[in-house]
């Protein structure tokens, strides 16, 4: 309805392979990151710097994360919580030993260091596929945390066995640490989530995401017209990885501030970033956005209906959010099991074809 | 009125390419839709493909004179072979591609052409059948070199190497090209267009300098077209009207001519492009509304209600607006919401959102249709015209718009209506001849320059619109006196959409029959909500039901033309369902499909005389040309129907 | 069979030497014997088509031809070089791209992207460029796009650019398929049964493809096929395979008389 | 002989004992996975429900009773009766299949045709769902499940062994669930496989397992089968739950057994009822002896998280395919 595109068209191949090839598109996505810079920092207050906003900018890294390996390249995981442990103990270990290293720098490194971990958990996916990957991959995620758990040199030998964020700041702003202010904080992490959201589209919609989608698609055909499976696969643990990892730094670094592995890193968290790829959309970047905004959000609502309104003691609330979020879950597969996304895109086009039903 | 002086400063085509090249060397003068994007050339690149191929042409040893046929689909590279042709002296001759092998060899015998620019493999391969009568024609340029590896290479040139060795020849070859064009003026033949005729050997119209410039310079003006307007071209390169939209307004207003990937795609290049000028024949535009219409009856009720509200104010608010009548506030603000909700996306998936001025032409068109899309807000106007007079002899100014009249006089043509109601014109656009036929000249054109259009209508004393009735010849008596004029009554069948074709008889006779066509599209939508099974047009065609309404149709028609005070003896007492759609191929309709109406009917003679006679049954057998060429024939058994007729308005005293 | 010398075809096509040779090729799944000691020669520029009942041992041939099985015994030379152990993705690489029986389209991509794959060993950009959509990546892609364009105006696909291949008819995926090879600019072009389960009018706009893909960009091809029909029509010359044994071998004119070949296809029909 | 060689015994033969635990659990997932295709993620969470309602019934708990609270302010919490353990297992069985009736009716129906993977976020779906209500419907405190199955060391085996090792060596320490454990899942195991070899509906399983047309072609709708199916598959749960619930209360971390099955089944193989028996077997043993002979001593111990998954994982980058897939010949 609200599109216009005739005399909207183009001349070269770059304009043809943008990634909003319609002028309305773009201009909405334009706005939308001027209001996200601009506005953004002005309105934001704690409450919803801690219980959203932050939360939902470092999940969709994460997601972006997963999606490029589940979506993108086919391969299920369930190690994500045990990646973003990497990148969260990483980005410690580096803060702590080198204390003037830009959070920048630490941030980046993290990711680097998840990725390594990444490729050595996705050599065995040459070999093994479907649910017995999936199966495997716990196995990063339940050796990792106990790793992180049992030796005591990478949480620098504390007693609680917890790790703590020290403070770091960037351009003499604190964004970690007591005197981090949710301002800065969130710019630092908007920008990386848009960086990283640029990076993504960017892999995905080239020869590499080409190569991902032919190995997830079809990986016989995709190795006979001369698609190296290893190789291909491996990039895409490493991409996701490395996103991954740089998500778990954040979440340590910027949001949580201290954590214990077990119980901030869990296979929890690996499920919670997954129930976030097929809500929002496999194989899609909006929908990893959709997907983290989407499992941020529900929680907070549901905490605000049943305790807040209704009263419940809070570990009731828990439970009904259990009760919930499975269900919604279930709801969403039967619906629309590819996700928000998928909305996103039928909507878009009965939007291009209005008043036309097709 | 062959007019002696050389006329002003840009009196041939290339120069005024020159001009645009030197004025806007950097906006777009063409665009095509291939490998997925707008290829574009901007009117300096436009020039340099043009004289690259002009000193290819050269090259090739073509004569000042020499005939250059092209036949091909809508591209720029045939534009440029075009006005390359006229670069070096030769004369452009534009062919219809889907023509057939004869009648391509007729026109190239006559032209006795000595190139032709062909698109590809097909177009060749018919040359290259008829070519040993073809004793002038020395070489055959093709554009696409495919499945043509193992063909004789003697007489055929690749496109891209003519102008290559164009290219490389240059500085021996640019004086030849210089003096060339030193001796073109206004008089110097332009292009030479064949009218596909309704009877007979089709002519081949002589357009001067002259002709093409002033006509395109002054209608140009007309509808102030800039160098920022662009126009789809889609229509036959050999049709006189493409030739005018597409070179003789593009090049002296310097605007954009984009050409579609295909002609499947058109429809979706329209609106990717979405030009801000636009011609259609009543046909197309007919065709759209009813897509439309089919595609709305699928819509959710909801929508439907907004649509039909929103139509409903727009019907008069739209044209209001159009025509600058003073419009209400709140219908105003209604129609702006509308056009928020409905007509803008509409027009906008239609891809004429852009559009600034858009002509329709060739039959008269229904006014329903003619609303439609004057509600939308899209500035539709009608334009009478023909090819001898290149195009233009009336069309209507803005604000001045209706359905029932093709306008008044283009800038700088006198009118004229004959004693017999046949319109004359005279004007800086009327032909000068036609090639080698002195005899059908004379006929056409007399010493004053005054041209028979051989249609017959009369000027409304109020608004000095003309309004067209027919065709003059086909105009008739009944046999009790009264005027008889087919045309007017077919065209108010086809106002139905369930009528694509009619033809109607009676001259001579005592009362009016018709065959009918039924719109494939339309009725076959139909069928398949009312569930009614079909496999073909005939049987969907011999369906009562179809005939039901068909002669609900025909009533409703009956009942309007009592109402004329001329042509209330037209009415249609008798009339039956074509077995098959009038083809072009079996020579039944013109390539700009128009009815062959003696050739319908002594084809059709014993359905002619079932109408005439009393039977309500006829069988018969028919001969028809299938895609491929191949010959079959299919007989059916046709129902004749009488219908309600209506007591005449007596002709006030 | 294996002259060397290049001659010219009849239609004026020149037929260089041999591009691939099949030396002794014998191929086992544990007992079965797939294919037993077949010997033929692929020649440069020809049409060169392999046919035979179901379960002749067809399809096993074109996977061995593209070392996506690996014969126990005999050797395969590729432009007069025995070929060691490769993997398929690297024999790609080298120069041999084919079809599949059963179509093997990426469905979860639009046309263009599936033929884009087919110009993955083509595009060589990091990482990282292609991080950015900087530089190589972006020329790359650019680059590549022409020539896939230029293969979907072959193919007369233009229309269906942009949808998704899990869309198509049947007819035009296996086109879409054919152009994601051609996109690879093989030297060697392998169709697995083309034809298979098209109608008259699509078996004839497929051979119609074939053979202006050899005439026009000299490819050579190998086919496989199990009616005898068209590819009688295409081929230079004819394999015919039957129990995993070659019973013929030669120009379509010698294999139709040849008697071995008329008792495999008139006898009683056998499929597995 | 040394006692440490007899405690390694005794830890191998306890190993032998919760691998029959795992088998239990990873049976579930077979029946379900070569039935109806899905990688049922909820059979953990099938356990601890079942188990909870057991509990529930026998302790006469009210369902629901906190949240009855919490909305109306009430404060009521049990009938007040007790419910033999027979009955109450009974109960729970019918619970089970009631259960298994509604994930068809309201899942699996609406999932047909659908990619396994999403078929297996379903079950994921399913398990949280499962959980929350679960513990809404019984409370998520520890609860203590006692159906009569004697518990505690076997003093005989102790004592009657003790004379192998050495002075300290007091004899192999088993604990009698475990035993009692063993034998149910023998007979469970023999049941099962009976149950598939000799009945229609038995064969009607094995035929979808091949393909769902030829179980239709056997009369069975695919829709009852997924029904009985899970209903197995329940049951199989509860006889798991009722084990593990036993030894080591009921409570949230029941439902982990689940993870426990994992790598059990890519050992033996998703649809092998063989392959999750023995499989189950290597695990327990291997984990519990990588634990004592490696794992306690230079690993600083609770290497069971992770071994069982780290020894598929190995074992399948060389054989793929199981233990007792056969080899995948790959076609195009």
Request: hydrophobic fraction near 45%; aromatic fraction near 12%; charge should be negative.
């Amino acid at each position: 309805m609200l599109y216009r595109e005739a005399g909207d068209f183009k001349t070269t191949y770059a304009k043809d392979q943008q990634t909003f090839p319609i002028a309305f598109d773009r201009w909405g996505y334009f706005i939308m990151l001027a209001l996200a810079f601009i506005v953004g920092p002005m309105i934001i207050n704690d409450y919803w710097l801690n219980a959203v906003v932050l939360p939902f900018l470092i999940y969709a890294i994460a997601a972006l994360g997963l999606n490029i390996l589940t979506g993108y390249c086919g391969q299920v995981s369930l190690g994500t919580g045990g990646f973003m442990a990497v990148g969260a103990y990483a980005s410690y270990k580096l803060m702590t030993s080198f204390p003037d290293l830009s959070i920048i720098i630490v941030v980046l490194l993290s990711g680097g260091v998840t990725a390594l971990v990444g490729i050595l958990f996705g050599l065995p996916s040459l070999r093994i596929k479907g649910f017995y990957l999936a199966v495997a991959t716990l196995a990063a995620q339940f050796f990792l945390v106990w790793l992180f758990n049992k030796v005591p040199w990478f949480y620098n030998y504390s007693a609680s066995g917890q790790i703590s964020a020290p403070e770091r700041s960037v351009f003499g702003y604190a964004i970690s640490g007591a005197n981090a202010l949710p301002h800065v904080s969130y710019l630092f992490c908007l920008s990386f989530v848009v960086v990283l959201a640029w990076g993504a589209r960017n892999l995905t919609r080239g020869a590499n995401g080409r190569k991902w989608m032919a190995i997830r698609d079809m990986d016989i055909a995709a190795e006979i017209i001369g698609v190296d499976p290893l190789k291909t696969k491996l990039t895409a643990f490493a991409v996701s990885s490395f996103y991954i990892g740089i998500s778990g730094a954040l979440l340590f670094a910027v949001y949580l501030g201290a954590a214990e592995v077990g119980e901030a890193f869990g296979i929890t968290k690996s499920f919670l970033v997954l129930f976030m790829i097929i809500i929002g959309g496999l194989g899609s970047i909006f929908g990893s956005f959709a997907g983290a905004a989407f499992m941020v959000l529900m929680p907070v609502l549901l905490k605000n209906i049943f305790v807040g309104q209704m009263g419940w003691p809070t570990d009731l609330a828990a439970h009904m959010e259990f009760v919930i979020v499975g269900g919604l879950i279930m709801l969403f597969l039967i619906l629309e099991p590819h996700g928000l996304a998928a909305l996103w895109r039928t909507a878009k086009e009965k939007l291009r074809l209005w008043p036309f039903p097709h | 009125m062959t007019n002696t002086n050389a006329g002003p400063e840009l009196n041939t085509v290339p120069k005024l390419l020159a001009r645009n090249a030197a004025k806007y060397p950097d906006a777009a003068a063409y665009r095509e839709k291939e490998f997925g994007i707008w290829q574009s050339w901007s009117w300096s690149q436009a020039a340099d493909e043009i004289n690259a191929l002009a000193l290819g042409f050269l090259d090739l040893g073509v004569q000042p004179g020499d005939h250059i046929a092209i036949v091909g689909r809508n591209r720029p590279y045939f534009y440029w072979s075009m006005v390359a042709a006229q670069t070096v002296g030769a004369v452009p001759v534009p062919l219809y591609k889907d023509a057939v092998a004869e009648e391509m060899a007729f026109v190239l015998d006559h032209c006795t052409a000595r190139f032709v620019v062909a698109e590809d493999q097909e177009q060749v391969d018919k040359i290259i059948d008829v070519q040993d009568d073809l004793k002038a024609l020395d070489g055959v340029i093709y554009l696409d070199p495919r499945g043509m590896r193992k063909y004789n290479r003697d007489a055929l040139f690749d496109y891209a190497e003519v102008q290559q060795a164009g290219r490389d020849k240059r500085e021996q070859l640019l004086p030849e090209l210089n003096a060339r064009l030193d001796v073109q003026d206004y008089n110097t033949t332009c292009v030479m267009l064949y009218t596909s005729g309704t009877t007979g050997r089709p002519k081949g119209v002589v357009l001067s300098n002259q002709n093409i410039i002033e006509t395109g310079r002054t209608t140009s003006e007309f509808d102030n077209l800039s160098v920022n307007d662009s126009v789809l071209a889609y229509l036959p390169m050999a049709w006189v009207g493409d030739f005018i939209f597409s070179i003789g307004q593009a090049y002296s207003a310097a605007f954009c001519v984009a050409c579609p990937e295909s002609p499947e795609t058109m429809q979706h290049d329209l609106r990717e492009v979405g030009p801000t000028y636009f011609f259609a024949p009543p046909r197309y535009f007919e065709g759209m509304l009813t897509s439309v219409q089919i595609r709305m009856e699928d819509a959710s009720k909801s929508k439907q209600w907004l649509y039909k509200t929103v139509m409903e104010n727009a019907a008069t608010v739209g044209p209001a607006l159009l025509d600058g009548k003073s419009v209400g506030l709140g219908a105003r603000l209604k129609y702006q919401l509308g056009k928020l909700l409905i007509t803008g996306p509409l027009k906008n998936t239609l891809g004429l959102s852009r559009v600034r001025v858009g002509y329709t032409a060739g039959e008269a068109i229904g006014p329903e249709l003619f609303d439609f899309y004057r509600s939308l807000g899209i500035n539709l106007k009608q334009l009478y015209g023909q090819t001898e007079a290149s195009v233009f002899i009336t069309q209507q100014r803005d604000g001045e718009v209706r359905a029932d009249t093709v306008g008044t006089p283009s800038p700088g043509v006198e009118l004229r209506i004959a004693d017999s109601g046949e319109v004359f014109y005279r004007s800086p656009g009327s032909f000068v001849e036609y090639y080698e036929n002195a005899k059908s000249t004379a006929e056409t054109k007399d010493a004053e320059g005054w041209v028979a259009t051989g249609d017959a209508g009369f000027i409304e004393p109020a608004t000095g619109q003309l309004r067209i009735i027919d065709r003059a010849k086909d105009v008739g008596k009944l046999n009790d006196g009264t005027m008889f004029a087919p045309k007017f009554v077919e065209n108010k069948l086809k106002f139905y959409a369930n009528i694509l074709e009619a033809v109607v008889f009676g001259n001579q006779k005592d009362n009016c029959v018709a065959f009918i066509n039924i719109d494939l599209t339309a009725v076959g939508n139909w069928a398949e909500r009312n569930n009614i099974a079909y496999s073909s047009y005939q049987e969907l065609a011999a369906h009562p039901r179809v005939y039901e309404m068909i002669q609900e149709n025909i009533t409703a028609v009956n009942e309007s033309v009592a109402q004329d005070e001329f042509l209330s003896g037209c009415q249609i007492t008798r009339f039956l369902i074509l077995h098959k759609e009038l083809d072009a191929d079996d020579g039944e309709m013109t390539r700009t499909q128009k009815v062959r109406r003696n050739v319908i009917a002594d084809k059709f003679s014993d359905l002619l005389d079932a109408l005439y006679g009393d039977v309500s049954e006829i069988h018969t057998k028919t001969e028809v040309t299938y895609e491929d060429g191949r010959k079959g024939s299919i007989s059916a058994t046709l129902e004749v129907r009488d219908t309600k007729t209506f007591p005449r308005k007596q002709v006030a005293a | 069979m294996t002259q060397t010398q290049t001659y010219q075809t009849p239609d004026g096509r020149t037929i260089g030497p041999a591009v691939m040779e099949m030396k002794n090729i014998t191929l086992r799944f544990g007992g079965v014997v797939a294919i037993k000691d077949i010997s033929f020669d692929i020649r440069e520029g020809e049409i060169r088509a392999i046919i035979g009942p179901n379960g002749a041992g067809k399809s096993s041939m074109l996977n061995v031809m593209n070392g996506f099985y690996h014969p126990q015994d005999g050797d395969v030379m590729f432009h007069g070089k025995k070929r060691g152990p490769m993997k398929p993705h690297q024999i790609a690489k080298q120069g041999i791209a084919r079809t599949f029986q059963n179509i093997a389209l990426f469905k979860g991509m639009s046309t263009l992207d599936n033929i884009m794959t087919g110009r993955l060993t083509h595009m060589k950009s990091g990482l990282a460029s292609q991080m950015m959509w900087w530089g190589s990546a972006q020329r790359e892609e650019t680059a590549n796009r022409e020539v896939v364009e230029k293969i979907i105006d072959f193919l007369e696909i233009q229309t269906i650019r942009k949808t998704p291949v899990g869309r198509l008819p049947y007819g035009l995926q296996k086109r879409v398929e054919l152009g994601r090879a051609l996109a690879a600019e093989p030297k060697l072009l392998l169709l697995d049964e083309p034809m298979a389960g098209m109608n008259v009018e699509e078996k004839e706009d497929m051979s119609r493809f074939i053979l202006d893909v050899n005439d026009e960009f000299g490819t050579t091809i190998a086919l496989i096929e199990h009616d005898m029909g068209v590819v009688m029509d295409i081929a230079d010359r004819v394999v015919v395979m039957d129990y995993g044994k070659k019973i013929g071998d030669g120009t379509p004119a010698e294999v139709r008389q040849d008697q071995a070949v008329i008792d495999a296809y008139l006898g009683v029909a056998h499929d597995e | 002989m040394s006692a440490n060689f007899y405690y390694g015994i005794e830890v191998f033969l306890n190993g032998l004992m919760a691998g029959v635990m795992y088998s239990l659990v990873a049976l579930g997932f077979v029946l379900i996975f070569k039935a109806s295709g899905i990688f049922n993620y909820a059979q953990g969470v099938m356990a601890l429900f079942a188990a909870l309602c057991l509990v529930g019934f026998q302790s006469g708990q009210i369902p629901f009773s906190h949240v009855i609270n919490a909305t109306f302010g009430t404060d009521i919490h049990h009938f007040g009766w007790h419910m033999p353990a027979f009955f109450a297992i009974i109960l729970t069985l019918m619970m089970m299949i009631l259960f298994a009736f509604l994930v068809e009716k309201f899942l699996l129906k609406h999932l047909v045709n659908q990619e396994p993977i999403i078929l297996f976020m379903a079950t994921i779906g399913l398990a949280y769902f499962m959980e929350g209500f679960g513990d809404l419907m019984w409370g998520s405190d520890i609860k203590k499940l006692d159906v009569g199955i004697p518990q505690g060391g076997n003093i005989w085996l102790e004592t009657n062994t003790a004379f192998l090792g050495g002075p300290d060596f007091y004899g192999f320490y088993i604990d009698n669930l475990d035993i009692w454990a063993t034998i149910f899942a023998a007979i469970l195991v023999i049941a099962l496989i009976l149950f598939s070899q000799y009945t229609k509906t038995g064969r009607a399983l094995r035929a979808v397992a091949d393909d769902h047309q030829a179980a239709l072609s056997v009369g069975i709708s695919l829709r009852t089968i997924w029904v009985i199916v899970w209903s197995i598959a329940g049951f199989v749960a509860l006889v798991a739950g009722i084990m593990w619930g036993s030894k080591s209360g009921v409570q949230f971390s029941l439902s982990l057994i689940a993870l426990k099955a994992l790598p059990v089944l890519m050992l033996g193989g998703f649809t092998s009822i063989p392959g999750a028996i023995i499989g189950g077997l290597i695990i327990g043993v291997g984990e519990k002896m990588f634990e004592f002979l490696i794992g306690a001593p230079f690993l600083g111990g609770a290497t069971e998280n992770w071994f069982a998954y780290m020894l598929a994982l190995l074992f399948l980058v060389f054989r793929p395919q199981g233990l007792f897939g056969e080899k995948i010949i790959e076609r195009v």
